[in-house]
Structure formats: C-alpha cells, structure tokens
C-alpha cells in the first residue's frame, strides 16, 4: 500500500486549502487513516482520524471547528477540508493508514499506522 498525500500550498491566514490522501494497492476498506503535522523544530502531533468501522471521526482541540476529514466515494482517498487557518496550522502534513481496527487512543498515536505518505507542507502566511 502507497500512500500520496497533495494539496498544500501557501496561504493567507483565513483561506482554506483541502488534501487529499490517495490510496494505491488497496482501498480504505477497513482500519483508519490519520492526519498529523510536524512543524519546523516540533514534534510530529495528531491532528485527526476517521475509523472506516461506524466512520467515527476525532480531531486534536486546536483545530475542532475548522477541519473536517472524510472519506471519499471512490474509497480510495481521505480528504482533510481545513478552514479558517492560522499561522499556527504551518506543518507538513502527513497521512497515514492503517488496516487494523484499533481503539481511538491508538488511532490518536503515530503507533496506530502502518501506512504513511510523504508529507505536503501547508504554509498559512499571517
């Protein structure tokens, strides 16, 4: 399974910008896929996951009310609509899956995946 995620850019703060996490080798059939970030000097942070078992979705406080994941028809692809941005969202940003049915403590962790893509940098000008 290769994982791509696209769809970062440069943007004022306010704007909106959407990524995409596209799947190759096997579908978003079961499991979760997960969003997370690494700014410049900080550590990689959970920033969502959407479990494809009843579809529950979480979301780290700092961004509840601006972001939302879901998961496209084709099931190949998680999206990650992210408005409102502040200077604060500047990070790669990584998508990562995993095909196990695990506990959301362990979907809000890097451990949770088994998957990950290559990371698109988001960049929210001030």
């Known amino acids: 399974v290769q994982l791509q995620a696209s769809g970062g850019g440069l943007v004022q703060a306010g704007d909106s910008l959407k990524l995409s996490c596209a799947a190759s080798?096997?579908?978003?059939?079961?499991?979760?896929v997960g969003w997370f970030r690494q700014a410049p000097g900080k550590e990689r942070e959970f920033v969502t996951s959407?479990?494809?078992?009843?579809?529950?979705?979480s979301y780290v406080d700092s961004v509840k009310g601006r972001f939302t994941i879901s998961r496209g028809n084709g099931k190949n692809t998680v999206y990650l609509q992210m408005n409102s941005l502040k200077p604060e969202d500047t990070a790669v940003y990584y998508c990562?899956?995993?095909?196990?049915?695990?506990?959301?403590?362990?979907?809000?962790?890097?451990?949770?995946?088994?998957?990950w893509g290559q990371g698109t940098l988001v960049t929210v000008s001030s």
């Open positions: 990562a899956a995993t095909y196990r049915n695990t506990i959301l403590s362990t979907r809000r962790s890097a451990r949770g995946y088994d998957y």
């Open positions: 080798g096997r579908t978003f059939s079961s499991g979760a």
């Open positions: 959407i479990s494809f078992s009843g579809g529950s979705t």
